[in-house]
């Protein structure tokens, strides 16, 4: 046994205080700080207005600057527009359920914006660049409908608030990679996504995963998706002990998406054989896709248990009448993950009217090529759903989506940020991908058309996306 200094020497009041922290980390270890943006935790939802996405107000640079971004946890990137070359119309004219203008970036207007050249690790195609000098480009190529965004990667300081922990609640400045998107197409342009998006996957690049290298909380995150077109967004939460976990899977020998191991697709108390597959989740899309076979078990169950008549709207196959005497009896869904774990369906319809006062109720799944699945915000809601990174599990437990401690949301005052606050280093790599090694766009739905024809869907509900989803895309950090 090492025995110890002298009483009363420096070493030993040196080895007492080593203790005494030691004593207190293990004491207080489970009170980790959290972190929200400056302007909140509460997120929004705005319907067909903007492609029902969820939204986040962020706050970047200094002096800051406000961007309503879309929320995704199927992409890293976090881009606005910025330098506009091609942008969709910030004016919040253009936006019912708007009351004040969008922003557009600037990075010469902000005294903590740093541009990234094509010598730094994160511009994967670096090396192609003519200078290493270079500022690093980047360009986000979507393959469905002419969607992309491109532009220039800066690093600039995203404002926060942080709560629990040790610490009182206070600013926070983390530094942060930042798309300056200068050219955006396609759904970018009509409605989907006007002021950025803001990528909550686990590659390097993501704001999570640059908030935990530097420090600041565990890689983990929370999102919360209410009934109410609101929820709640908070960075380094690992969620309540009592929630249900699953644990994420790889694809193809790698971990870089949100992907769980589905066992069964229940339908009522009916769980059809080899009704299982791998769903990435993902809280930009707005429906929920299962792989075309599994699809057509899940849906017949689904269809003999309504014992209705089956309708076909637009592009979803299983919808019911709504009659006078109200809709059918609708089976529970529920997903059974790894470990036996059960995710119950909330909500597995949506409404929708057919132009002539028809009100319909429809399954909002949808066939998907191949054998990978994606859980969609349709399923999420009235959970707190937890992406953890560090422990590589998926958290689930319902909620009302307000703030962690069960009281109105947090848009509250912080207290200034300490002085001489100095920037973390960023991460050193990039990868944005999908489920088979290319990235993963968000599930933008482009706004339905204002003046539909007497035929087609006018009225959808708080879910509901007309358009194919977008599956892939490819992010390449390249000259543009």
């Not at 010469?108 to 003519?130: D, I, V």
């Not at 491109?150 to 690093?155: A, D, R, V």
């Not at 899309?285 to 209705?308: C, G, H, R, W, Y």
């Not at 998926?394 to 989506?401: A, E, P, V």
Request: glycine fraction near 8%.
């Amino acid at each position: 046994m090492t025995s110890w200094p002298k009483r009363e020497s420096v070493e030993h009041m040196r080895l007492l205080l080593s203790n005494d922290l030691k004593r207190q980390k293990l004491k207080l270890g489970s009170q980790k700080q959290m972190l929200f943006p400056s302007q909140g935790s509460e997120t929004h939802f705005y319907g067909n207005d903007l492609s029902w996405l969820h939204y986040a107000w962020i706050d970047i640079g200094t002096p800051n600057t406000s961007f309503l971004v879309a929320l995704d946890a199927g992409s890293d990137l976090l881009w606005v527009p910025c330098n506009c070359v091609q942008c969709a119309p910030l004016s919040s004219s253009y936006y019912s359920m708007l009351d004040k203008d969008l922003n557009e970036y600037s990075p010469a207007r902000s005294s903590t914006s740093k541009h990234l050249s094509c010598s730094y690790q994160l511009c994967e195609l670096g090396p192609n660049c003519q200078s290493p000098k270079e500022r690093c480009p980047y360009t986000v190529n979507y393959f469905s409908e002419n969607t992309s965004s491109s532009g220039f990667l800066f690093e600039d300081q995203l404002h926060l608030t942080s709560v629990g922990g040790h610490e009182h609640q206070g600013a926070v400045r983390a530094p942060v990679v930042i798309g300056c998107g200068s050219k955006q197409s396609g759904t970018y342009l009509d409605g989907a996504a006007p002021d950025g998006v803001m990528g909550l996957g686990p590659g390097e690049i993501s704001v999570p995963s640059s908030l935990a290298k530097s420090g600041f909380v565990s890689r983990s995150f929370s999102l919360c998706f209410g009934k109410s077109n609101s929820g709640t967004i908070f960075f380094g939460d690992q969620g309540p002990e009592n929630q249900r976990q699953s644990s994420f899977v790889s694809l193809d020998g790698k971990y870089n998406t949100y992907v769980v191991e589905v066992q069964h697709y229940c339908v009522g108390g009916t769980c059809p054989k080899q009704s299982g597959y791998q769903a990435l989740v993902d809280s930009g899309s707005s429906f929920t896709f299962l792989p075309s076979e599994i699809f057509t078990k899940v849906v017949t169950e689904f269809d003999e248990q309504m014992n209705a008549t089956r309708f076909s709207i637009e592009d979803f196959s299983y919808c019911y009448k709504a009659s006078s005497r109200g809709l059918p009896s609708i089976p529970n869904m529920k997903l059974v993950l790894a470990a036996n774990q059960s995710f119950v369906i909330q909500n597995p319809m949506f409404t929708i009217s057919n132009g002539l006062g028809d009100n319909f109720y429809c399954a909002g799944i949808q066939p998907i090529p191949g054998m990978i699945g994606i859980i969609g915000q349709n399923f999420l809601e009235g959970y707190r759903m937890v992406f953890d990174w560090e422990n590589m599990k998926l958290g689930w437990s319902r909620s009302k989506c307000q703030d962690i401690g069960g009281s109105a949301k947090l848009p509250l005052t912080p207290t200034p940020p300490p002085s001489g606050l100095t920037s973390n280093p960023l991460p050193t790599t990039e990868q944005q991908r999908s489920p088979h090694g290319h990235a993963v766009a968000p599930a933008i739905a482009g706004k339905a058309t204002p003046k539909p024809s007497a035929a087609s869907p006018d009225v959808v509900s708080r879910h509901c996306a007309m358009s194919s989803l977008l599956l892939s895309l490819v992010l390449c950090l390249c000259l543009i």
